[in-house]
T-cell receptor, first 116, second 116 residues
Framework: GAGVSQSPRYKVAKRGQDVALRCDPISGHVSLFWYQQALGQGPEFLTYFQNEAQLDKSGLPSDRFFAERPEGSVSTLKIQRTQQEDSAVYLC??????????????FGEGSRLTVL | AQSVAQPEDQVNVAEGNPLTVKCTYSVSGNPYLFWYVQYPNRGLQFLLKYITGDNLVKGSYGFEAEFNKSQTSFHLKKPSALVSDSALYFCAVRVVSNFGNEKLTFGTGTRLTIIP
């Protein structure tokens, strides 16, 4: 597709369930980012991939959060044993040349997770 | 820590009037600054960025931003507001880790409402 695609758009989980959120970046984009956006807040960095390598996972809030990008394209963010504080919109973004280059960071529409 | 601050949670402007959305930064070295816009239930869309060069940066939808090093500011401006400009606006700064990995750090956002 032409843009970054995320699925599901909406996910309701019971506390303690595991969830998986998928991101399809723009074809050919090397860099992929995951952000968490709580209600009324700005996006908070979670993790960064360059191709299949996860180079920065400093923003993952706990070991319940896990991200992968095994073939350097599609990425999955997995949250184990979800808690109510995990409720947020999870945004995926990709870029080709990096943040200081001629390209920009393209965002998907996000996956809204609600944990009951 | 390198960061941006958006001092106003909400800005209201009458249609046709000039608008300003404020952003200040705290960065060591030369800042790379960005503005993104978010419409309801949508991902973030890139508006403009400052990397180097002319202090007045022009972007999408008639927006521009002025980089002011002495005031450490990067305010977003538009000469004549449209109702369709109503959205959530985020200022962001590129942060590079000790390992050379980059990411965007966002402000808390400013909700802009254009009043017909």
């Amino acid at each position: 597709g032409a843009g970054v695609s995320q699925s599901p758009r909406y996910k309701v989980a019971k506390r303690g369930q595991d969830v998986a959120l998928r991101c399809d970046p723009i074809s050919g984009h090397v860099s992929l980012f995951w952000y968490q956006q709580a209600l009324g807040q700005g996006p908070e960095f979670l993790t960064y991939f360059q191709n299949e390598a996860q180079l920065d996972k400093s923003g993952l809030p706990s070991d319940r959060f896990f991200a992968e990008r095994p073939e350097g394209s599609v990425s999955t963010l997995k949250i184990q044993r979800t808690q109510q504080e995990d409720s947020a919109v999870y945004l995926c973004a990709s870029t080709d040349f990096g943040l200081a280059g001629p390209g920009e960071l393209f965002f998907g529409e996000g996956s809204r997770l609600t944990v009951l | 820590a390198q960061s941006v601050a958006q001092p106003e949670d909400q800005v209201n402007v009458a249609e046709g009037n000039p608008l300003t959305v404020k952003c200040t930064y705290s960065v060591s070295g030369n800042p790379y600054l960005f503005w993104y816009v978010q419409y309801p239930n949508r991902g973030l869309q890139f508006l403009l960025k400052y990397i180097t060069g002319d202090n007045l940066v022009k972007g999408s939808y008639g927006f521009e931003a002025e980089f002011n090093k002495s005031q450490t500011s990067f305010h977003l401006k538009k000469p004549s507001a449209l109702v369709s400009d109503s959205a959530l606006y985020f200022c962001a700064v590129r942060v590079v880790s000790n390992f050379g990995n980059e990411k965007l750090t966002f402000g808390t956002g400013t909700r802009l409402t254009i009043i017909p």
